[in-house]
């Protein structure tokens, strides 16, 4: 089972970047899907979620209207396009795939989002 994130990296305050998460090794399409994100020294916390259809979403209050997540499951592949970044926004982005009926779940490596000028 793997989960590989790509897509961080360093960016100025307004900017934006698309965080991709490959899936392998189980079967995608039963998963429901987020991204977590944790600054240094600070709790994870969820950013996003999407279910394993893709028919519904939800968002923790920091990033409505700015991020956006999204899955294809022909490719394995779930997504967060973040615009407007902020500062604050700055962290390591986790994957993470829970099974729809729960008790079944896997991490990814992370990858690091830096936002400054």
């Known amino acids: 089972v793997q989960l590989v994130e790509s897509g961080g990296g360093l960016v100025q305050p307004g900017g934006s970047l698309r965080l991709s998460c490959v899936a392998s090794?189980?079967?995608?399409?039963?998963?429901?899907m987020s991204w977590y994100r944790q600054a240094p020294g600070k709790e994870r916390e969820l950013v996003a979620s999407?279910?394993?259809?893709?028919?519904?979403?939800n968002y923790a209050e920091t990033v409505k209207g700015r991020f956006t997540i999204s899955r294809d499951n022909a490719k394995n592949t779930v997504y967060l396009q973040m615009n407007s970044l902020k500062p604050e926004d700055t962290a390591v982005y986790y994957c993470?795939?829970?099974?729809?009926?729960?008790?079944?779940?896997?991490w990814g490596q992370g990858t690091q989002v830096t936002v400054s000028s």
């Open positions: 993470y795939a829970l099974w729809r009926f729960g008790g079944d779940d896997y």
């Open positions: 090794g189980f079967t995608f399409s039963s998963y429901h």
């Open positions: 999407i279910t394993s259809a893709g028919g519904s979403t």
